[in-house]
Nanobody, 125 residues
Framework: QVQLVESGGGLVQAGGSLRLSCTALGRTISRYVMGWFRQAPGKEREFVGRISWSGGNTYYADSVKGRFTISRDNDKNMVYLQMNSLKPEDAAVYYC??????????????????WGQGTQVTVSS
């Protein structure tokens, strides 16, 4: 079992930036593919981005491409989501997830084995 913990959420004005972090408690995630998802009230949980275990490959939803960047520091057992040029529609609870088997469908919630509890991101106009 892997317990993931997100941090860094908060309130930011439109156009601002925020950096989210994800780590695991008592377990290394350095060899896991990691994903970020988000869920707004009344909406389905949606894919945001994904990073390979080495950090060499990243994938993003079209809605965040060019604004969000996923990175990782395996020596520190950390994964990050840098969010720039935030829009009100980016407001959601953001979740970190781990894919232990590097599954094919990178955007599906069913491809991930462990999830954090989420961190709230609020964007004001």
């Amino acid at each position: 079992q892997v317990q993931l913990v997100e941090s860094g959420g908060g309130l930011v004005q439109a156009g601002g930036s925020l950096r989210l972090s994800c780590t695991a408690l008592g377990r290394t995630i350095s060899r896991y593919v990691m994903g970020w998802f988000r869920q707004a009230p009344g909406k389905e949980r949606e894919f945001v981005g994904r990073i390979s275990w080495s950090g060499g490959n990243t994938y993003y939803a079209d809605s965040v491409k060019g604004r969000f960047t996923i990175s990782r520091d395996n020596d520190k057992n950390m994964v990050y989501l840098q969010m720039n040029s935030l829009k009100p529609e980016d407001a959601a609870v953001y979740y970190c997830a781990a894919d232990l088997r590097d599954r094919v469908d990178r955007a599906s919630i069913l491809s991930y084995d462990y999830w954090g509890q989420g961190t709230q991101v609020t964007v004001s106009s």
